[in-house]
């Protein structure tokens, strides 16, 4: 049997990229556990080292390799929003001091920039592709000579000519066959503990990549309640949590069939006596399903509304709309529980009056209360991941630069210059207001003196800024450099709680 050392790399986010949600699928969490879960089924010695959560060092991580001396190093690629040259630099000298050891890339960068990884990383001796529970197992096969890369399904690797080869990925179909994930001492400690139920979405969002990970045709695939319950026993046993959080992206599945599913495990979590958390699409949001939920424990949920806007619903594919994200949000809060909301405010071809739509119908909907929330809503713009349809569509309108030379992400060419003028304006005074209050909504920090007035007074300062800017920009003014450099400027004053002088300026530029 073989010594697999899984590494969850050191990472650091770019503080201009602080709150953008795609560095990585929620998912991403439990790769490192389930791949685990599986070697360890089959004999093998596995230890995970958790470079970001433990904040080691690379010459700390070293000491912990040889120490364990692994036959194999498996990488849980994450995304850095550019290419990682660090790391590559580490493996490669890993490589070089321990020429027998196999390197193995897996997670959502690695199945889509293989090409990317294998082409500046020499040291890397293949890419899982998708679910790597089963490629991994093979693989460790590959490195003691008993099988040959070309028989794996779901890896990218070099042919004898140096070409990247790639196969089609391999889904599991039967997720309750899967071993359950090992948790680290660090992956317990960051409060609620993350549990998967089911893999995949129905939907077809075009600015997600989750079903292109999975596989072209793919689906949602649901772990059975009693399934789900033996694993939630077991930490309570183990280590006595009662705070859960279900990664998955679509926690419901579809129709009928994951209504009645949702409603068998909300009878049976009801007996345990948790808190949890779920993800969930609008449509997915029925009273009866969701009242029984929150008499099971549901604290926390993620919703994608996306946009109030049915135009932009539909370019988005979100099979949704306007409708339907309000009658969720009605629903949710006559059981207590106030969502939080997933929304692109700002996507390539939104126009200003798609701009407008939005903002009036977060106010209607009394979504910008809260301060946290509403940084996000009036923040986000559109991330274009390769693997997207969105990606494709865009690439091939010669619409996207990659400006992190990397194609993993690109930066995409807003239709409407004024919408790219306030998204700009809004990214940077939210960016300050993520990086000011990190402490504090991190829980490192106390909340301050008055805290519920000042984070009142600086909710309206975000409305204020945002509903001001766009109605310069809707009467066909122009925000020259300065005038942003001024207006974000004064803004971040006024956030801070210092004489403010940011209404009165936008006021003289209306």
């Not at 070293?62 to 995304?79: A, E, H, K, Q, W």
């Not at 293949?126 to 890369?149: C, N, T």
């Not at 045709?217 to 649901?222: A, L, M, P």
Request: hydrophobic letters at 40%.
């Amino acid at each position: 049997m073989s010594r697999v050392l899984l590494l969850e790399h050191p990472r650091v986010i770019n503080q201009e990229r602080c709150n953008d949600i795609a560095n990585t699928p929620l998912t991403s969490s439990l790769l490192s556990g389930y791949v685990a879960g599986m070697l360890i089924s089959q004999g093998h010695q596995v230890e995970i080292v958790e470079g970001y959560l433990d904040k080691l060092t690379y010459a700390e991580i070293n000491c912990r390799i040889s120490t364990f001396n692994p036959d194999i190093i498996g990488v849980n690629l994450v995304y850095h929003w550019k290419k990682d040259k660090q790391l590559f630099t580490f493996l490669a000298e890993l490589k070089n001091s321990n020429p027998q050891v196999g390197i193995l890339i897996y997670g959502f960068y690695g199945t889509f920039a293989y090409d990317e990884i294998l082409a500046d990383c020499a040291a890397v001796d293949a890419v899982l592709l998708g679910e790597a529970e089963l490629p991994f197992a093979k693989a460790v096969q590959v490195f003691v000579g008993a099988a040959a890369w070309h028989e794996i399904r779901g890896v990218a690797y070099r042919d004898i000519n140096g070409q990247v080869v790639n196969g089609a990925k391999q889904t599991i179909r039967d997720l309750d066959q899967l071993p359950f994930p090992v948790r680290t001492k660090a992956l317990l400690s960051i409060g609620e503990v993350n549990i998967q139920g089911s893999r995949g979405c129905y939907g077809r969002c075009t600015f997600c990549y989750i079903n292109p990970f999975y596989g072209t045709n793919s689906s949602w695939r649901g772990r059975s309640p009693e399934n789900i319950i033996e694993e939630i026993d077991s930490v309570i046993a183990q280590y006595g949590k009662r705070e859960f959080y279900f990664i998955d992206p679509n926690f419901f599945g579809p129709g009928e069939r994951g209504q009645r599913r949702a409603l068998k495990l909300a009878e049976l979590l009801k007996e345990r006596g948790i808190s949890f958390g779920i993800e969930a699409r609008v449509n997915d949001i029925h009273e009866e399903t969701v009242g029984a939920l929150a008499e099971a424990g549901l604290k926390h949920i993620l919703i994608g509304l996306e946009s109030g806007c049915d135009k932009a619903l539909k370019r988005l594919n979100k099979l949704t709309t306007v409708a339907q994200n309000e009658r969720a949000v009605k629903i949710l809060r006559k059981y207590g529980i106030e969502p939080n909301i997933g929304f692109i405010m700002f996507e390539p071809d939104s126009s200003l009056e798609d701009i407008r739509v939005n903002f009036e119908f977060l106010q209607q909907n009394e979504l910008l209360k809260n301060l946290p929330i509403t940084a996000n809503l009036l923040y986000h713009h559109q991330i274009v991941l390769r693997g997207t349809s969105a990606y494709q569509v865009l690439q091939q309108g010669d619409r996207l630069s990659f400006p992190a030379n990397t194609m993993y992400e690109g930066t995409p060419d807003f239709t409407n210059g004024r919408v790219d003028c306030l998204a700009q304006v809004m990214r940077r005074i939210t960016n300050f207001l993520f990086s000011y209050m990190a402490g504090i909504w991190s829980g490192r920090e106390n909340e301050p003196e008055g805290a519920k007035e000042k984070y009142a007074h600086m909710n309206q300062v975000l409305v204020d800024t945002f509903a001001k800017t766009l109605t310069i920009l809707e009467d066909g003014k122009e925000l020259t450099e300065d005038s942003v450099e001024q207006l974000v400027a004064e803004a971040i004053e006024n956030l801070k709680g210092q004489p403010s002088t940011v209404i009165s300026f936008i006021s003289s530029l209306l």
